[in-house]
Every structure is written in structure tokens, then in C-alpha cells.
């Protein structure tokens, strides 16, 4: 590798990279429209995040004049500059897919967008009737005599900005100039809808209001009336050291990032040039900041389009969670995991026996304790309900609530106050550590003593994320494991440093550690000219040292394969440097979400989940779990879905020592394969084989003789 060329690709614009992959499949015709319309929603909700948290944190140091250089060798100001042209071309993109290749087959899926000049007599007599009605009184114009009098907008959501003329009080014959913002607010009405015949007809709010700009101003021409975003910066922070009540600093942090700096004004492309400096005036931004859009702004409540309209064939198969063949209905989760491990892999399997585990736990008279990490729960979490029944009946509860989860920081707050009223003793984490473990233990009275009982996940507690999300979960009652995990979690709420752990590795504490020691042992194996191998799936692998030790391994000439949804800062198939490394990426229907890794040991086999992507955060700032999956089914398992993500030759894409993806392409037609249809096939044939055997089983036995 050529001294100059850098050892690592820059994170950020690695996202980026991943959010373009998502918006292949927004513009790849194999895919339903209406999925195609999601993807494209799903990368307008990724590029928000994007611009509130790394752009905003880059702003921030940028600020501070800091020269500090990323693995990569950019400075901060450079990263911003990359960051901005990548977002632009990304921007472009996007509206390219909608402009080209979505709307115009919008009537193929029943759905129909229509301007306030193309309605037919009824259609644009509901549209007036709608805005005299609701939208009058729900809007309120805010004049801008001056920059210092722009009004403090709501973080992403829609505005419009007129441009007025009227004439001079003072002199008449002179025309003045002033403008007026109209906040929309969390106004939810983003879709007029109108009366049609076989379709779910509509027109945009923005432009409804575009149309009825003079009813707000009678006596002045509307020169301009356009519509605008803006995105705030979220990277914030409090200092835990000194809040002394971390619920009520995270409430003051939500109220600040409402008046954090503008990052990003988006702004239709038919704005003037004297409009657009003024909203660049009024916000304190350079032109660098503003994203000059052909379309609807703020694509992403364009879910809600994906979920109108109609016809089967333009939205996938469906593919209903199946049930566990390892998991009778009829029987006591306890009586289930007693008598063996219990993996899952979500979404192919159904979350139902997580959240059954939880719920019976709550109503189980034997059930003494019950204690549970909650990072991002769904909004009307189950999981939540039965801690609360658990606490009212009388059992010791208790639950660490992540507050620093970011974006969810609010309804995070409100759980945790919900569970205190219910009795429930609710811890916030660890001061200066998120706590991202995924983990529940249940401890139950039974005749031969106490029991403990603990679910691992890669997930979180969440049943509505569990449906789209790929995630593992492992249920078990191993009495190391259990002794590691009532530890583990006691060290926690009592902030003190665990005993030594027999099983499980927790970060920050010695889970990079005992990866280190696997990759390690590896490359001695590869010494020894006996095989050595590494599979590992993990969201995102930033982490340097974890990277360079990959390198290490690559020279000793062990195999590495690495299935990366997200960022990759690893440069793979560098002669000298990582010729061994593979990396692949798979964005499809189902976010890929686990964590897995597979050390092959001498034969030994290893296998592992874990709550933590390679990262340093992760690592090194907080608290994580790295649970071995022993079972012999569990792990064979394991392998075989780890293994199946290589095989992908139609959603898998391979990463290039250049930083591009390209798709693996099979070598015949015949041999194409999708990861996920074929977990999901697989998962359908253990439950149909799991079903015939039960049935054999069942089948009377007849008496000799008898017909």
C-alpha cells in the first residue's frame, strides 16, 4: 500500500455511502413501488439524524478551530467540505429517484398526486373547504421586520416564507419589501386529501397554502411563498459530574436542542436569490448549508404514502414471524428454557416469547425479582406494562432506563416515571456511559432452590422494531451464565466494578479485551499452519485498533470476513495490508441489526452475540454485553446464518479497496441468492418439519389386529 494512501476510509462519509445504499433500492425497479417509496423515506429520516448529530458535532469543533486529523488524515473543516458536496450529489439523488422514478408510477399503486390547478370542481372545493376549516385556524403569519425577529422554528419540521410588497406608509409611490414566515409546526396534516375514484388522491399542504397566500394577506402582492426546512444541531451533551438530577437535566437538554444553531436549510429550487439570503441572514448560515431542492420537501412523512396506497403486488410478500418449533404455546416459558437454550432470530421467529417471558415473569406467584435494561422500547411496550404489574403485585423490580438514548430521550422519560409510580426502582445508567446491554433476569423460587432465568439480546426491548429488524436473542438458565448476568447487572445499579466474570465479557470494561484475545488466538493458529478464521456481522466498524488488529490478522494470513451493514472505516483488499479481509454489506426489506461473530479456535468454534458494534464508543464509553453461544444447535445455527450472508449475490454488495460497493453478481442466474429469503424460507421449513414430527408423534397406536 502506497505510503500516502490512507489505512482507513473517513466514517462519515462511509455513512454516507451506506445511506446511498439504501437509496439503490429505493430506485431499483425489482422492487415493489410502494417499498420503493419507503426506502426513499427511510434515507430522508437517515440524512436528518446524519445533519442533527455528525454534521452538528462537526460544526461544533470546527468552531473551536480544531486541527485534529481523523484516522483518515482529514481535518475537521475538510470532513465538513466532503460532507457537504457528498450530501449535496446524495440530495440530487433522492429527488432524482422521486421526481423520475417514483411519482410518475404513483397511479400504478393507487396513489395520485395532484397540484391546486388540476383539481376538478368538488376536489378543489374540499381543498378551500379544508383550509378555511383547519388549516386557517391551525397556521398563524409571523412578520420579520428584521433578522433579530425570526421566529425560533420547531427542528424539522415545514415553513413557508413570503416575500410581500406594498406600498409605502410613508412615501406611496415607493414600494417596500417584507417578509413573513408561517410555521407549520407538528401540524400532522401533510397530505390534503381529496375525493377520487379508485385512487388516494392528494395534495401537498405547502402547496395548498402556496395557493391561498393572499387570503392572509389581502392588501399586498404575494411576490414569493416558499417552502423551507431547517435542521437543528442535536449533538449535545450534559455533564453528568455535575448534574445532580440527570432526569431533570435531560428534560433542559430536549428544551436546548429546540434553540441549537441551524445545520441545513432546505429550500424549494424556485426560491429567489434575494428570499434565500434573507432566510441565510435570519438563520446565520453560508450558501455551503443550503440544500436547493426540485420536489416536496421533508420526504420523510412519505411513509405514510407506502401505507396508502394499494394493491398487493406493490408491496413485498408477506412475511408473518414465525413461531419457535423450540417454544410450545402451551407451556410455562420456564418449563421451556429449563429444559434447553432457546435461540431466536428475529424477525424470521416471532419476539412473542421474549415478551411472554417478561409478562409471565410478572404474573408467576414463584417469580421473587425481575431485572431489565430498557435502551428504546415501542410506544405501547408490553414489556413496560408487565414491569409495572410485576412491581404493583409485590415483586423486587428493577430497571435501568437508558435517558441518553438519543431521540428517545422523551418517551425514555416518561417510562421511567411511569415505572416509579408503579413501584418499580428505576435506574438511569452509569454516569458518563450509556448503557446499551440488552439483557433480563428473572429470578424464581423453585423446589430444588432459586432459579435465575436471562434472556440476551442483540436487539432492543422493542415488539415493533422486532417485526423489521434482524436481531438475535439467546434464553437461558446456565448457571454461570446467570451467576455472570445477576453480577453484571448488580455492578451496574450499584455502580461498583464486578467480580470476575466466568462467561460473559462486559464493555468498557473487558469486551474489546476478549475480542482482542479471539482475533489473537487466530493469527497464533495461523502460526501454528493450522486454519484460522474470522466471521463477524456488526453494524458498523470504526474502531482503529480493533481495525488494525484485523490488518495483523490478514498478514498472518488469516481469513476474515466481515458482513458490515453501516460504516466501514477498514480498507479491505489491500495488497500487503488486508488482501484476506472480505467485506460485505446486505440492505434489504429487514435492517440488519445483530451482532454475531464466529472464531473458528483450532476447531473449537466460538460463537458469540453481543449488544456492541466495533467502535470505540461501544468499546470504551459504554456499557456492553459479549454473551458465548454454546449450545450445539445454537451455535450450528448461528454459523449457518452468518454463513448465508456471504452467499447473497442479489442484496449483497462487496466493499473496494477504493471505498466503492459493487453487487456480487452469481454465477448463473439459477444460483442467485438473497440472504434474507432464505432465512426466511429456512425458518418456515423448521416450523413446517417441527410440526410434522409433532404430529407423527401424537398419531394413535392400534391394537394388534384392529383396522
Not at 461544533?60 to 458536496?85: F, N, Y
Not at 415483586?395 to 418499580?424: M, Y
Not at 436471562?454 to 439467546?474: C, E, P
Amino acid at each position: 500500500m502506497a505510503d500516502q494512501e490512507p489505512r482507513f476510509f473517513n466514517r462519515e462519509l462511509s455513512w454516507l455511502e451506506f445511506n446511498q445504499r439504501v437509496l439503490e433500492e429505493a430506485r431499483n425497479p425489482d422492487i415493489p413501488i410502494l417499498e420503493r417509496i419507503r426506502f426513499l423515506a427511510i434515507t430522508a429520516s437517515n440524512l436528518d439524524e446524519f445533519f442533527m448529530v455528525r454534521v452538528g458535532g462537526l460544526q461544533t469543533i470546527v468552531g473551536s478551530h480544531s486541527q485534529k486529523l481523523d484516522p483518515a488524515g482529514m481535518t475537521p473543516a475538510q470532513q465538513l467540505q466532503a460532507i457537504r458536496e457528498r450530501t449535496q450529489q446524495l440530495t440530487r439523488d433522492q429527488y432524482a429517484c422521486y421526481v423520475e422514478e417514483l411519482e410518475p408510477r404513483f397511479p400504478d399503486a393507487g396513489l395520485q398526486r395532484l397540484r391546486p390547478t388540476e383539481l376538478d370542481a368538488q376536489q378543489s372545493q374540499v381543498m378551500q373547504q379544508v383550509f378555511q376549516d383547519e388549516i386557517v385556524s391551525l397556521l398563524a403569519p409571523l412578520a420579520v421586520p428584521t433578522p433579530g425577529d425570526f421566529p425560533l422554528l420547531i427542528n424539522r419540521t415545514l415553513s413557508m416564507c413570503v416575500r410581500l410588497e406594498r406600498p409605502s406608509q410613508d412615501a406611496p409611490e415607493e414600494i417596500e419589501t417584507r417578509y413573513v414566515v408561517i410555521p407549520f409546526g407538528r401540524i400532522p396534516l401533510r397530505f390534503v386529501t381529496l375525493p377520487s375514484e379508485g385512487a388516494y388522491s392528494f395534495v401537498l399542504l405547502e402547496e395548498v397554502v402556496q395557493h391561498f397566500a393572499t387570503h392572509f394577506f389581502p392588501e399586498e402582492t404575494v411576490c414569493e411563498c416558499v417552502a423551507f426546512r431547517i435542521t437543528r444541531n442535536a449533538d449535545m451533551a450534559i455533564r453528568e459530574d455535575l448534574a445532580s438530577d440527570l432526569l431533570s437535566e435531560m428534560e433542559d437538554l430536549l428544551v436546548a436542542r429546540r434553540e441549537s444553531d441551524c445545520v441545513r436549510l432546505e429550500l424549494s429550487d424556485d426560491a429567489s436569490d434575494e428570499l434565500t439570503g434573507f432566510l441565510q441572514e435570519c438563520l446565520e448560515i453560508s450558501s455551503d448549508e443550503v440544500y436547493r431542492v426540485p420536489g416536496p420537501l421533508d420526504l420523510t412523512p412519505f411513509f405514510q404514502l407506502a401505507d396508502a396506497g394499494s394493491g398487493e403486488e406493490n408491496r413485498y410478500e408477506s412475511w408473518p414471524p414465525k413461531p419457535s418449533p423450540l417454544v410450545d404455546p402451551q407451556e410455562s416459558m420456564f418449563d421451556t428454557i429449563a429444559r434447553q437454550d432457546i435461540l431466536l432470530y428475529h424477525p424470521y421467529e416471532s419476539f412473542d416469547p421474549v415478551v411472554r417471558f417478561v409478562e409471565e415473569a410478572a404474573d408467576d406467584p414463584d417469580v421473587l425479582a425481575i431485572k431489565q435494561t430498557l435502551y428504546r422500547t415501542s410506544r405501547n411496550s408490553p414489556i413496560v406494562a408487565a414491569l409495572a404489574r410485576a412491581a404493583e403485585k409485590g415483586k423486587h423490580v428493577t430497571a435501568i432506563v437508558e435517558l441518553k438514548a438519543r431521540f428517545d430521550e422523551e418517551r425514555n422519560i416518561e417510562w421511567a416515571r411511569a415505572l416509579e409510580h408503579a413501584g418499580v426502582q428505576v435506574f438511569y445508567g452509569v454516569k458518563g456511559l450509556k448503557t446499551h446491554a440488552k439483557i433480563c433476569i428473572v429470578i424464581r423460587r423453585e423446589p430444588q432452590g432459586i432459579q435465575r432465568y436471562v434472556h440476551f439480546g442483540t436487539g432492543n426491548y422493542n415488539d415493533a422494531t422486532a417485526r423489521i429488524y434482524s436481531d438475535a436473542s439467546l434464553l437461558t438458565c446456565d448457571e454461570q451464565l446467570g451467576a455472570d448476568a445477576v453480577s453484571f447487572f448488580n455492578s451496574v445499579t450499584g455502580f461498583s466494578l464486578p467480580q470476575p466474570l466466568a462467561r460473559i465479557a462486559p464493555a468498557p470494561l473487558t469486551l474489546r479485551e476478549t475480542i482482542e484475545e479471539m482475533i489473537e488466538a487466530e493469527i497464533e493458529f495461523k502460526r501454528q499452519k493450522q486454519p484460522a478464521m474470522i466471521t463477524a456481522k456488526v453494524n458498523s466498524l470504526v474502531c482503529p485498533r480493533m481495525i488494525e488488529l484485523l490488518y495483523r490478522a490478514s498478514q498472518a494470513g488469516v481469513k476474515v470476513r466481515l458482513n458490515i451493514r453501516g460504516i466501514c472505516c477498514l480498507r479491505p483488499g489491500v495488497k500487503g495490508l488486508s488482501e484476506n479481509i472480505e467485506v460485505i454489506s446486505v440492505v434489504d426489506r429487514f435492517l440488519e441489526h445483530a451482532r454475531i461473530m464466529h472464531f473458528r479456535h483450532g476447531g473449537d468454534h466460538r460463537v458469540l452475540i453481543s449488544s456492541a458494534d466495533w467502535m470505540q464508543r461501544n468499546l470504551d464509553r459504554r456499557v456492553e454485553l459479549l454473551v458465548p453461544v454454546d449450545d450445539a444447535a445454537a451455535k450450528k445455527r448461528l454459523i449457518t446464518t452468518l454463513e448465508s450472508y456471504f452467499r447473497d449475490s442479489i442484496k449483497g454488495r462487496r466493499l473496494r479497496s477504493d471505498g466503492r460497493y459493487v453487487k456480487l453478481k452469481p454465477n448463473l442466474k439459477s444460483d442467485a441468492v438473497s440472504s434474507q429469503q432464505w432465512l426466511y424460507e429456512q425458518t418456515c421449513h423448521e416450523v413446517e418439519q417441527a410440526d410434522r414430527s409433532r404430529q407423527a408423534m401424537l398419531e394413535a397406536i392400534r391394537a394388534p389386529g384392529s383396522e
